[in-house]
């Protein structure tokens, strides 16, 4: 690669010319989809909400590249078998796995559907698209896996134990395949954000303060590509870490766990 390319060449030049964000639909799934489009990359938008796929489509051909929309419940079977058949024709160069929901409150109170189809989605399709991807990228000799990890995922959270530890495993996963795969030409970043503004919060029943915005994380994710294996976006996130990282494991799970009661809307409030 020549030394005088500059840095968006070099993107383009090592993740392009298309990328596949899923989860596009709104959030950070929108807000990458639209950075990787002002990078220059062509971009596969994927999600359930045909009309906001539309709209992102409209904001992602502002940049002057090209767009293709896949309308998927990335929890349904066969969801990534799919996503990758109408992605075959593209050279697709950067998978942003954005697709994800959360659930909090008290886990013995949690619906058992609720509570699978987040593993599944979370989870099971994350792995998946790392697989089918990380395959295509590694015949290629080049590529990128953006895979979204969260702070409480690094520890044990009460009042948010199952969506905890869907996070952890994506991270788990991404500190794995980082080192396996680069010597094939793939990078690998976990981005873990803290509180983020979108739809998540509503989702998940949390009442969002202090948040970071999804465009904030989406360019920090995407600059630490090739260069970190788990990071942190967001100014608020990082002096979360800063704190929680001055205390043990079992402190920083009782820290967590005190923040999620605080945030969680009770059905008889909020």
């Known amino acids: 690669m020549p030394l005088f390319m500059s840095r968006r060449q070099r993107f383009l030049s090592r993740y392009g010319p298309w990328a596949v964000v899923t989860g596009a639909s709104s959030g950070i799934g929108r807000a990458c989809a639209v950075e990787l489009a002002r990078r220059g990359l062509n971009v596969v938008v994927s999600g359930r909400d045909a009309t906001r796929l ?5 904001e992602v051909a502002a940049f002057g590249v090209e767009s293709q929309i896949v309308i998927l419940d990335m929890g349904t079977d066969g969801a990534t078998a799919r996503l990758n058949e109408a992605t075959t024709g593209r050279d697709v160069g950067l998978l942003a796995a954005a697709a994800g929901y959360g659930d909090t409150g008290p886990f013995l109170d949690g619906d058992p559907t609720v509570l699978a189809d987040m593993l599944r989605v979370n989870g099971e399709a994350v792995l998946l698209q790392s697989l089918v991807f990380g395959r295509r990228f590694s015949a290629r000799g080049r590529g990128g896996l953006v895979l979204f990890g969260s702070l409480v995922g690094r520890q044990g959270t009460p009042f948010a134990a199952a969506y905890a530890a869907t996070k952890g ?8 395949l980082r080192p396996e795969l680069r010597s094939l030409g793939v990078d690998v970043v976990v981005s873990a954000p803290g509180p983020v503004r979108t739809g998540f919060g509503d989702r998940a029943r949390l009442r969002m303060t202090d948040a970071d915005m999804p465009d904030v994380v989406a360019f920090e994710t995407l600059n630490a590509l090739g260069r ?7 100014s608020n996130a990082r002096r979360l870490t800063t704190v929680l990282g001055l205390a043990p494991r079992a402190i920083r799970s009782r820290i967590l766990g005190g923040v999620m009661s605080g945030m969680a809307v009770q ?4």
């Open 267 to 270: 059905d008889a409030g909020a």
């Open 228 to 234: 970190r294996t788990v990071m942190t976006p967001g």
């Open 169 to 176: 495993y994506v991270q788990l996963l991404g500190e794995g």
């Open 54 to 58: 539309d709209a992102v489509a409209g």
